[in-house]
T-cell receptor, first 113, second 119 residues
Framework: ETGVTQSPTHLIKTRGQQVTLRCSSQ?????VSWYQQALGQGPQFIFQ???????GRGNFPPRFSGLQFPNYSSELNVNALELDDSALYLC????????????FGQGTRLTVV | AQTVTQSQPEMSVQEAETVTLSCTYD???????LFWYKQPPSRQMILVIR??????QNATENRFSVNFQKAAKSFSLKISDSQLGDTAMYFCAFMKHAGSGGSNYKLTFGKGTLLTVNP
């Protein structure tokens, strides 16, 4: 059984650029959630994907978008990067039926300069 | 909307001692889950313990136990026999019960408490 893996682990981008972060969910999990964790803060919910469709969204602008693929892996895309987008981005996977058992990846540290 | 408050930004404890981390929350929901997550320097969020609001009995996982006071909306974590490996950020989190309506199961986190276990 593989865990949740995220890539890349670290990334530096310039303001205005676009970025794609990737997440492979734990084997057998069909739900993926993305969170943004700013320095010194708790994670904030961005959105969730279930069976390839967005299944709820937090208070994030439309330039934050995502995809889920048939194998349940997922991407988080951020357009027109701003300095405040600098954060740790965490992916969590779960079985919808057991939604309290969320397993997190190690995150992608994004720095926008 | 739900809010989770952790009033202790940092705490420290001596190895083998007991420490309690505080958490309060605000919700109008009656059925929900509460969690404590640990985030070590490796950054991976690890579930420590989970409490279902409709269960009166406090959850326990080995050295970790909670004091769940539903009326007071309080959910503290007690770590007994603290170990050096317990050093980490600890986050309290809330999740609505699936039957409460809505189709997603987002976690709402507090700002965290940095726990340092000293040798």
């Amino acid at each position: 059984e593989t865990g949740v893996t995220q890539s890349p682990t670290h990334l530096i981008k310039t303001r205005g650029q676009q970025v794609t972060l990737r997440c492979s969910s734990q084997s057998g999990h069909n739900t993926v959630s993305w969170y943004q964790q700013a320095l010194g803060q708790g994670p904030q919910f961005i959105f969730q994907y279930y069976r390839e469709e967005e299944n709820g969204r937090g208070n994030f602008p439309p330039r934050f978008s995502g995809l889920q693929f048939p194998n349940y892996s997922s991407e988080l895309n951020v357009n027109a990067l701003e300095l405040d987008d600098s954060a740790l981005y965490l992916c969590a996977s779960s079985l919808r039926q057991m939604n309290t058992e969320a397993f997190f990846g190690q995150g992608t540290r994004l720095t926008v300069v | 909307a739900q809010t989770v408050t952790q009033s202790q930004p940092e705490m420290s404890v001596q190895e083998a001692e007991t420490v309690t981390l505080s958490c309060t929350y605000d919700t109008s929901e009656n059925n929900y889950y509460l969690f404590w997550y640990k985030q070590p320097p490796s950054r991976q969020m690890i579930l420590v313990i989970r409490q279902e609001a409709y269960k009166q009995q406090n959850a326990t996982e080995n050295r970790f136990s909670v004091n769940f006071q539903k009326a007071a909306k309080s959910f503290s974590l007690k770590i007994s026999d603290s170990q050096l490996g317990d050093t980490a950020m600890y986050f309290c989190a809330f999740m609505k019960h699936a039957g409460s309506g809505g189709s997603n199961y987002k976690l709402t986190f507090g700002k965290g408490t940095l726990l340092t276990v000293n040798p």
